[in-house]
């Protein structure tokens, strides 16, 4: 019904920038909230930042003033910006989204496949 493709995750040096990208597709009425999460080996998955439709962000206290979030034009589309990119940033990072799904108007709270960033000299 709803799929999530995610893209921009890579290898930065410490200091450098990545942007990520989730966009999402299929039966969607509209779209509650985006966000992304991280979840390293052994860890459990957190929130890192999370825009809703009402353009209300929240983010990880490790990651306030580094990272931003934000919806594109086509309000399909969230966007990670990171910047001032650290070792312990290095994660797997996956998209998740909050959508209304066309026909049944139910809550559908989809995840993507997750997008290696690793951050190392």
């Known amino acids: 019904q709803v799929q999530l493709v995610e893209s921009g995750g890579g290898l930065v040096q410490p200091g450098g920038s990545l942007r990520l990208s989730c966009a999402a597709s299929?039966?969607?009425?509209?779209?509650?909230?985006m966000g992304w999460y991280r979840q390293a080996p052994g860890k459990e998955r957190e929130l890192v930042a999370q825009i809703k439709s009402g353009g209300i962000k929240n983010y990880a206290d490790s990651v306030k003033g580094r990272f931003t979030i934000s919806r594109d034009n086509a309000k399909n589309t969230v966007l990670l910006e990171m910047n001032s990119l650290k070792p312990e940033d290095t994660d797997v990072y996956y998209c998740?989204?909050?959508?209304?799904?066309?026909?049944?108007?139910?809550?559908?709270?989809?995840w993507g496949p997750g997008t290696l960033v690793t951050v190392s000299s």
């Open positions: 998740k989204t909050g959508a209304i799904a066309t026909i049944t108007y139910r809550l559908l709270e989809v």
């Open positions: 299929g039966s969607i009425f509209s779209i509650v909230a």
